[in-house]
């Protein structure tokens, strides 16, 4: 379904439809009486701070003049990004052991670990030591490395990184 909305996928619904109320001077309070809601729910959805049900959506929607169920579409985009954003918080190597010394030039809050891993195990694997190097080999494994450092075996100080555990 194809919609002027569509460009506002990954935001909270409650903050378009502020937006949309405010554009079009409509007052939230008699808005939400109109639609039978409480006007503490309709402000506390405006602000982001409550989830979107598809009863209220569908009376947002015809009350606005939308196609019915565009607000719910995007709250489901909305709860998808912030599942995807906190998977990608739990998406990253031991920062325990791959310390922020290694990247000093970048902001290491802001390391996409997952999209940047060639710059990453790059980084590593240039000047990272031995512990470094086996969580890189952990968190990426063995064929990422290989493809990004072009060698079939890393060695450090003996340690055979790539294929068996140290010995």
Same mark, same amino acid.
């Given at each position: ?5 569509? +460009?506002? #996928?990954?935001?909270? /619904? ?24 409480? /006007?503490?729910?309709? #402000? ?8 979107? %049900?598809?009863?209220?959506?569908? +009376? ?11 607000? !719910? ?7 998808? %990004? ?5 998977? #990608? &918080?739990?998406?990253?190597?031991? =920062? #325990? ?5 290694? !990247? ?10 997952? +999209? ?5 195990? @790059? ?10 190097? @086996?969580?890189?080999?952990? !968190? ?7 493809? &990004?450092?072009?060698? /079939? =075996? ?6 055979? &990184? ?6």
């Amino acid at each position: 379904m194809e919609s002027h909305l569509d +460009k506002y #996928n990954g935001i909270h /619904p409650g903050l378009i439809l502020e937006r949309e109320l405010k554009r079009r001077k409509i007052k939230k309070g008699p808005f939400a009486m109109s639609l039978e809601i409480y /006007p503490q729910t309709l #402000n506390e959805i405006t602000k982001g701070r409550r989830l979107l %049900n598809p009863e209220v959506s569908i +009376k947002i929607d015809k009350a606005l003049g939308w196609q019915e169920g565009s607000l !719910f579409l995007l709250q489901a985009h909305y709860e998808i %990004n912030a599942a995807q954003a906190k998977l #990608n &918080v739990q998406q990253h190597p031991d =920062t #325990n052991i791959i310390g922020r010394s290694l !990247f000093w030039d970048t902001d290491y809050d802001k390391i996409d670990w997952v +999209k940047k891993y060639k710059a990453v195990i @790059r980084r590593i694997f240039e000047r990272g030591d031995e512990a470094q190097k @086996r969580e890189a080999l952990r !968190f990426y494994g063995k064929d990422k490395v290989r493809e &990004v450092t072009g060698k /079939p =075996t890393i060695k450090d100080n003996q340690l055979r &990184v790539l294929g068996h555990a140290a010995r």
